[in-house]
């Protein structure tokens, strides 16, 4: 046969046998893929929430390893060591402070916007929307199931 890939004792060309393995391969990449972005965005969400938990815990983290860089690069005495610590706890009590005063507006803010898009809305939209909203707000670290949005927008 002239001119054709085939194989006489396999008479499937050879092109398709190249595309099958390269939707094989193709597939298995974006599987890959999907994983990869999926288990980096849980990764990503998580950091955030710890972050925001409001417990001051990445905060505290970083003075701790700012005072231990600092006693070990500028060799601290005792002294020093204290007062450089005791420095670092009033800033790190002034951060949370601020993080708690900004998530609290934040909060605020995307209430705001909830009950403004709620008005616009029809009662079963409302409501579906009610849902969507509760749960990114939950994921983002601005809402709980024990302060809920409202069902019914509050007039303006």
Known sequence: MGGRNVNPSNPTPRWKIWAAAAALFFSGLAVGLVVTVAIAGRIVRKTIEAASSGQGAFI?????RL???????????????????????????????????TRDELRQIARAG??????????????????????????????????PLPIEPIAP
Request: glycine share 4%; net charge positive.
């Open 114 to 147: 909830f009950l403004d898009i709620s008005r616009q809305l029809s009662p079963e939209q409302r409501e579906k929307f009610r849902q969507k909203a509760q749960a990114r707000m939950e994921r983002v670290g601005l809402g709980s199931e024990k302060d």
């Open 60 to 64: 505290d983290r970083g003075a701790d």
């Open 67 to 101: 005072h231990s860089t600092l006693v070990a690069e500028l060799k601290l005495d005792p002294a020093q060591s204290s007062a450089v610590r005791q420095s670092l706890d009033v800033t790190t009590t002034k951060l949370k402070a601020v993080r708690a005063q």
